[in-house]
């Protein structure tokens, strides 16, 4: 806004000149000494009265002279701002638009979506609850699915849980994952979306098992499977027929809970503890055979496997085949550290 002030002098009258642009042209250039102080004083006198009319002026003549529409149907060659590299512009966008594309680049909504119980055992409950949410960002909400349930959006953020089930093979491999999807659409017909899984796996167990005890046949009376290999075929008589209930049951051999969901059969376990009993290990046939034993940083032989692709059924009731593997002798050192490779 035209500002005020005061002087101490002579007072001299400055005519007001009423079109800005001739008190601009008075102040052109003086090369050939055509500019009297007369000119200048008006021409200050009215650009201080019309200030703000001299940059309406001026924006305007800006404006104008640049085109108030922009169209370009070449692909960009360099992203710049919120303009991505290889955009056209076929249609007409105002001046308003295109900077509105380049200074504030386009942000999706936040999506987050999760499962319950994200890693499960073969056969254990299907129930799974997916709970989802969304933060708006840049542009309003419109359309939200869940699971390929639809959604009312509300046009900001939401939140919310969804029912559904999971399912696996009969017969899986190491292991199998079920992914779940929600997809968000805005206001800019932009979709953005966001996946969650349930993944199922098998159990690997471990522990001691005491052969000291009679099976089918006559005695064990722990047998040294290095020094008399034909008995592991009653051992893996013995563990066979009762090999569910001997996995499950598993103590630990002091490394709790004696189970553990897995993906191999390869683990170090640290700290066993082997009571004067044989430490056993069970894992699924589909795992493969371990290549070593590995004791207290020495490679052992002494580890048979004494079942091989055995019917095992789990805590949750499904079956499948597992391999075992025993020590050939006791163990009674409380700090064993065995690496299955």
Known sequence: MPGTGSYVGTNVNANYIYQVDDALYQLRNNSSN??????????I???WNRVDDAQIIASQSLYASSGTTYTNSNPTTVAVGGIAIGSSFSATYSVQQMFDMLLYPYSAPTLSLSTSNTIRQFGSSTAVTLTWSVVKTKESITGITVDNASVIANGGNQNGTKATTATHSLTPGIQQVQTYSMSVVDASLKTTTKTATVTWQ?????????????????ALNNPNLTLTPSSAVAVGLYIGASASSILKNLDGAGISPGSALATTYARTYTDMFGGNKYFIWGHPTVFGSPTKFVVDSFNNVAFTKVCSSIAFVNESGFSTN??????NTQYNSPNTTVTII
Not at 34 to 43: A, V
Not at 207 to 212: F, P, Q
Not at 322 to 327: A, F, G, L, T, V
């Open 34 to 43: 055509l500019i009297k102080p007369q000119d200048i004083r008006d021409s």
């Open 45 to 47: 006198w009215t650009l």
């Open 322 to 327: 597992y391999d075992i593997w025993i020590s």
């Open 202 to 218: 098998h159990k690997i167990y471990w522990g001691t098992v005491d052969l000291s005890t009679s099976a089918t046949g006559g």
